[in-house]
């Protein structure tokens, strides 16, 4: 079975550090990278992707994350977290093939941005 | 981001009751999905909807989940008697036309079931 792992569960970090959130997967031959973002009461929201091409990838919020096909990862970093990007993020993986569709996510990481 | 709305964004019903969860894309959308997370775990893939059929479900969407269109543009899942552990968050997801693989997720709807 396809599978996501993220081993983190919380990372607190302090206000301008930087941080890096792990995210693995089980190997496929094709698969599509993603990082999503669920604020305190709200959905979820797409930070960024993997689809193709260059392997590292941004966000406009100064996220980005590489894609890593031989160790199977996908981790996010940021040089310098603010405040504002306390929230939960999640990793998620489609695995194409067969016409399929649906997003394996992992359980999730809370990243505490501390003043 | 294209907006996706969902209502209610909170239901609490009985156990034994029906309940129907609606999604409404805002824009041009070509896959409609429903996904739920129950309490401390991961987000759950339920099901996918194209061209008004049921085109992939997972396990966990038995015969007591349905989904469908009523009216061309409103999403529903309908859950027929609900238990206990149908308690979770329940997010309805688009994929745009021409948007390959990217689903953008509504704010989710809380069911709370007692």
């Known amino acids: 079975a396809q599978s996501v792992t993220q081993l983190d569960s919380q990372v607190p970090v302090f206000e301008e550090a930087p941080v890096e959130l792990r995210c693995n997967y089980s190997?496929?031959?094709?698969?599509?990278l993603f990082w999503y973002v669920q604020y305190p009461n709200q959905g979820l929201q797409l930070l960024l992707k993997?689809?193709?091409?260059?392997?590292l990838v941004e966000s406009i919020n100064g996220f980005e994350a590489e894609f890593n096909k031989s160790q199977t990862s996908f981790h996010l970093r940021k040089p310098s977290v603010h405040i504002s990007d306390t929230a939960e993020y999640f990793c998620?993986?489609?695995?194409?093939?067969?016409?399929?569709?649906?997003?394996?996510f992992g359980k999730g990481t809370k990243l505490s941005v501390i003043p | 981001e294209p907006e996706v709305t969902q209502t209610p964004s909170h239901q609490v019903t009985q156990m034994g009751q029906e309940v129907i969860l609606r999604c409404v894309p805002i824009?041009?959308?070509?896959?409609f999905y429903w996904y739920r997370q129950i309490l401390g775990q991961k987000v759950e893939f339920l099901v996918s909807f194209y061209n008004n059929e049921i085109s992939e479900k997972s396990e966990i969407f038995d015969d007591q989940f349905s989904v469908e269109r009523p009216d061309g543009s409103n999403f529903t899942l309908k859950i027929r008697s609900t238990k206990l552990e149908d308690s979770a968050m329940y997010f309805c997801?688009?994929?745009?036309?021409?948007?390959?693989?990217?689903?953008?997720f509504g704010p989710g709807t809380r069911l709370t079931v007692t």
């Open positions: 993997y689809l193709s091409g260059s392997t």
């Open positions: 190997s496929s031959v094709s698969v599509y």
């Open positions: 998620a993986v489609l695995y194409s093939g067969a016409g399929s569709y649906q997003l394996t």
């Open positions: 824009s041009n959308h070509l896959y």
């Open positions: 997801a688009i994929v745009l036309a021409g948007v390959q693989y990217e689903q953008y």
